[in-house]
Each structure stands twice: as C-alpha cells, then as structure tokens.
T-cell receptor, first 115, second 115 residues
C-alpha cells in the first residue's frame, strides 16, 4: 500500500513554456502533499506544502507565481512550472501523507530539462 | 534551528561487511525520525521510522536504526551489505502532522558496495 505515482518521469521543454507535473496517491487519500526540488548530488529542498482544498504554503524563496500548485482532490496534486527557464531544470519529487499522517510516501520524481 | 547532519558524504563497504551510516539531528522537541533510500533517478523509499517507544527500530531490507537521545543520533545499521544496497541514503527529522508534517533532510550518504 501507500503508492504515489508521479507523471511524467521526464520532460524536456523549450524555454518560456509551461510544464505540468502530476502527483497521485493510488491507494490512499492524501490530505497533504509536498513538493521537493533536488539538485544533482544534493538533498531534497521542500518547495511547498499543499492541503486538499487549500492554497499551498510555499517555503521562503520559492516563487509562488512560477511554481503553481493545485491540490484539488484527495488523490491528486499538480505542480506547474510556468514560463520555464534553463535554471528551472532539476529533479522534482512529490510526496503524500495520508492516514498514517506522520509518514510521507514519495513519487519516483520528474526530471525537467529546459532548453 | 532544526537540522540534520549526515557526516559521511560517501561510504564504500565490501559486500557482506557490516554498515553503519551516521545521522545527528537538532530538534526542539521529541523528533520523528526517518531513514529513506534513493536509487539513481528515483524517488525515496522509506526504510524505517522512529516515533516513540523502543529505541531500536527494525526496517525493511534488513536495516535497523537506534535512537539515542543523549547523543541526538539515529544511526542506520545493517549487519551484512548486499550489492543491491548501493544507493543514496537520507536521514530526516519530521514535525508532527498537526504541526505541518514537514521533513528536514540531511545531505545524504552515498553508499558504494565493492564485490
């Protein structure tokens, strides 16, 4: 149990375009979802926390207008990178927390490359 | 400030040898502690967790960890390493769900396994 699916696993886009990443909890209701960014050989940096039906809470230094997060249902959260630029290229990982509320279950990540 | 320190960036052990990965934390209250493993290009898999109770916790894949409050440590151990254990290991400290449930990750320890 506690499977989190993240899609797409890899995306390449042109500078200036927007990219949407989906995070789904497949077998549990995710009341809270988290979005992380990971640079090569580095740890995970929390970008934002989203609760179903509420606005996301962004960490300091994360541009909320660039990284749009929607958590419209108990099984789906999306991260949209708007007007992507090469510096947004990174590995983005989502996690979800549900019934066992103090445990986060992670998706497989999305490798974003902006040309 | 809350933080997690993994002093070893990279460790190499021989297959069949024992393993200990170090983790020290700084947290104002009783911490929720986690060890996650990440294979290249993948998300994170939960190995084990400590919330309360017995300070020696067992996890998946033969791993265990011991919470030592006096040393602010939560070291991960395995008696006999397998080649498939080669991966990146992250220690994390988490806030309770009713306090946001955020995780703070250490920098990670990359484990290499020699044949």
């Amino acid at each position: 149990g506690a499977v989190v699916s993240q899609h797409p696993s890899r995306v390449i886009c042109k500078s200036g375009t927007s990219v949407k990443i989906e995070c789904r909890s497949l077998d549990f209701q995710a009341t809270t979802m988290f979005w992380y960014r990971q640079f090569p050989k580095q740890s995970l940096m929390l970008m934002a926390t989203s609760n179903e039906g509420s606005k996301a809470t962004y960490e300091q230094g994360v541009e909320k207008d660039k990284f749009l997060i929607n958590h419209a249902s108990l099984t789906l959260s999306t991260l949209t990178v708007t007007s992507a630029h090469p510096e947004d290229s990174s590995f983005y990982i989502c996690s979800a927390s549900g019934q066992t509320k103090n445990i986060q279950y992670f998706g497989a990540g999305t490798r974003l490359s902006v040309l | 400030a809350q933080s997690v320190t993994q002093p070893d960036i990279h460790i190499t052990v021989s297959e069949g040898a024992s393993l200990e990965l170090r983790c020290n934390y700084s947290y104002g209250a009783t911490p929720y502690l986690f060890w996650y493993v990440q294979s290249p290009g993948q998300g994170l898999q939960l190995l084990l967790k400590y919330f309360s109770g017995d300070t020696l916790v067992q996890g998946i894949k033969g791993f265990e960890a011991e919470f030592k409050r006096s040393q602010s440590s939560f070291n991960l151990r395995k008696p006999s390493v397998h080649w498939s254990d080669a991966a990146e290991y992250f220690c994390a400290v988490g806030a309770p769900y009713n306090q946001g449930g955020k995780l703070i990750f250490g920098q990670g320890t990359e484990l290499s396994v020699k044949p």
